[in-house]
């Protein structure tokens, strides 16, 4: 299974420390984390699943290195449009906080019918919101895993 996690490369340190909350908790359930591989709360997320021993890959916008917390890094050069490759290669997605680029991929995701669940971050249809990282997680991995 592979979670995205989505957010704002200049995170807030609240929102720094929930995504690396959300990184340790995707790799406690062995889970394959999935973001845009930038700073702020993709590098939190991969930063806590690397320190549970996780996976994370970065589906970046150049042709750079990402975050130093990257296992793979796949390098786009397509700037902004990679966030479809981040989200369609997700079978959920968490939100934390963001602006309008957290923005546009949550459309993706709901226009790929996607499970969103998100921390403090858009509130509009789709989007089920969750008050702990421990709640979007578990919801995000019952969501890709049925049965469980």
Sequence with gaps: MQIAV?????????????????????????TTLICGGL?????????GAQGQGGQTVGIVSDTG?????LDV????GLGYAR???????ADAVIA?????????????????????????????DGVVPCATPEDAVLMAVRAGHPSL
């Excluded at 807030?12 to 929930?18: D, F, L, R, S």
């Design 39 to 47: 700073g702020g709360v993709m590098e939190a997320a991969c930063e």
């Design 73 to 76: 890094v796949i390098r786009t």
């Design 83 to 89: 966030n479809v490759l981040v989200v369609q290669s």
């Design 96 to 124: 934390i906080g963001g602006s309008h680029g957290t923005l546009s991929e949550i459309a993706i995701a709901l226009k790929m019918k996607k499970p969103v669940f998100g921390i403090k971050t858009w509130d509009i």
């Design 6 to 30: 989505i957010g704002a490369a200049d995170a807030t340190p609240a929102e720094y420390k929930t995504a690396q909350q959300v990184g340790r908790l995707i790799a406690e359930h062995h």
């Design 65 to 69: 290195n990402g975050n130093p917390y």
